[in-house]
């Protein structure tokens, strides 16, 4: 027996004095409210109501327990408000910066689909972890090292003019002794500034004989951009963003780069309930190869034209 719904058509049909009102009341049929009165009795072993009477009049056994009962449908009430709150509570999830405008509003979008809905925060790598940690978001997609990952992102090295090649070899770049002019850089931008990315690069340009000064890190991707964007330099990228920067792109050949994403929560948090509803959409907002659109086009662009 659904003793709430059965208070709920007893306490409404006390309330009107008729079955027909009361079932209104409770938005229910005149039908339902009578067979979950007459159950509601059967449970108890005793009448709520006369039915000898045109309308519904309390039995002394109802007027007894009409103000548990009503006590009984309010808490129902309180907690189904308290649910459909709480599922719309907002998932203040904190976000990287080179997720574009569309893909973050793509993002939230499909979150509502879902019945989340996100309050995102922008932030680099080691804010992202800072504001986690103090609890200032719900849950934060950091920067991990591959193995770690649940999304994996590859990186290349993208720049304004097509290199004519399939790979781009970091000892291409390297500056012979009798050279004059700038040396060609490679752009490290700050969501790529962290241990499992910067230092194999760096080892990388130690051991091809690079400058140390061909190995820069950037101070946000504005500015790595505009400076590969009007000279030689490259820029260390995924291929969603190169593009969205109309560069080219192309993997490294010396090595395999890419940025790993997992999902962390707060202490109020859980990472696997919104992992589990918007895996797909994370994927493509950060733009994994394999979630399609942005990241499969690119890739599938800029090798096509290598090849």
Same mark, same amino acid.
């Given at each position: 027996?659904? $003793?709430?719904?059965?208070?709920?058509?007893?306490?409404?049909?006390?309330?009107?004095?008729?079955?027909?009102?009361?079932?209104?009341?409770?938005?229910?049929?005149?039908? %339902?409210?009578?067979?979950?009165?007459?159950?509601?009795?059967?449970?108890?072993?005793?009448?709520?109501?006369?039915?000898?009477?045109?309308?519904?009049?309390?039995?002394?056994?109802?007027?007894?327990?009409? =103000?548990?009962?009503?006590?009984?449908?309010?808490?129902?009430?309180?907690?189904?408000?308290?649910?459909?709150?709480?599922?719309?509570?907002?998932?203040?999830?904190?976000?990287?910066?080179?997720?574009?405008?569309?893909?973050?509003?793509? +993002? %939230?979008?499909?979150?509502?689909?879902?019945?989340?809905?996100?309050?995102?925060?922008?932030?680099?790598?080691?804010?992202?972890?800072?504001?986690?940690?103090?609890?200032?978001?719900?849950?934060?997609?950091?920067?991990?090292? =591959?193995?770690?990952?649940?999304?994996?992102?590859?990186?290349?090295?993208?720049?304004?003019?097509?290199?004519?090649?399939?790979?781009?070899?970091?000892?291409?770049?390297?500056?012979?002794?009798?050279?004059?002019?700038?040396?060609?850089? %490679?752009?490290?931008?700050?969501?790529?500034?962290?241990?499992?990315?910067?230092?194999?690069?760096?080892?990388?340009?130690?051991? %091809?004989? +690079?400058?140390?000064?061909?190995?820069?890190?950037?101070?946000?991707?504005?500015?790595?951009?505009?400076?590969? $964007?009007?000279?030689?330099?490259?820029?260390? @990228?995924?291929?969603?963003?190169?593009?969205?920067?109309?560069?080219?792109?192309?993997?490294?050949?010396?090595?395999?780069?890419?940025?790993?994403?997992? +999902?962390?929560?707060?202490?109020?948090?859980?990472?696997?309930?919104?992992?589990?509803?918007?895996?797909?959409?994370?994927?493509? @907002?950060?733009? @994994?190869?394999?979630?399609?659109?942005?990241?499969?086009?690119?890739?599938?662009?800029?090798?096509?034209?290598?090849?």
């Amino acid at each position: 027996m659904d $003793l709430v719904g059965a208070c709920r058509a007893f306490v409404n049909v006390s309330k009107h004095g008729s079955f027909t009102d009361g079932a209104a009341a409770a938005r229910m049929s005149q039908p %339902v409210a009578s067979r979950r009165v007459a159950a509601l009795e059967e449970h108890f072993g005793e009448q709520l109501f006369e039915r000898t009477s045109r309308r519904a009049v309390l039995t002394p056994f109802g007027r007894d327990m009409l =103000p548990v009962a009503r006590q009984l449908v309010q808490a129902a009430d309180v907690l189904l408000n308290e649910a459909e709150a709480a599922k719309r509570k907002p998932w203040r999830l904190a976000v990287p910066g080179i997720c574009s405008t569309v893909g973050l509003a793509r +993002l %939230v979008a499909d979150a509502r689909g879902h019945g989340v809905t996100l309050d995102l925060r922008v932030a680099p790598p080691a804010q992202r972890m800072e504001l986690l940690h103090a609890q200032q978001v719900r849950a934060a997609l950091l920067a991990v090292p =591959p193995d770690e990952a649940t999304w994996s992102v590859p990186l290349g090295l993208a720049g304004a003019q097509d290199p004519g090649v399939q790979r781009v070899y970091l000892e291409t770049l390297r500056m012979g002794r009798a050279a004059t002019g700038l040396a060609r850089r %490679v752009w490290i931008q700050p969501e790529d500034d962290v241990p499992h990315i910067r230092d194999p690069l760096t080892r990388l340009r130690d051991a %091809v004989g +690079l400058r140390p000064a061909q190995v820069v890190a950037g101070a946000d991707l504005t500015t790595a951009a505009a400076e590969v $964007l009007c000279t030689r330099d490259l820029l260390l @990228c995924s291929p969603a963003q190169a593009e969205e920067l109309a560069l080219n792109w192309r993997p490294l050949g010396e090595t395999t780069l890419s940025r790993g994403f997992a +999902l962390a929560a707060a202490a109020d948090g859980n990472p696997q309930h919104l992992e589990a509803r918007l895996g797909d959409a994370l994927a493509r @907002c950060l733009g @994994c190869p394999d979630a399609g659109t942005q990241a499969g086009t690119a890739q599938g662009t800029t090798e096509g034209t290598a090849a």
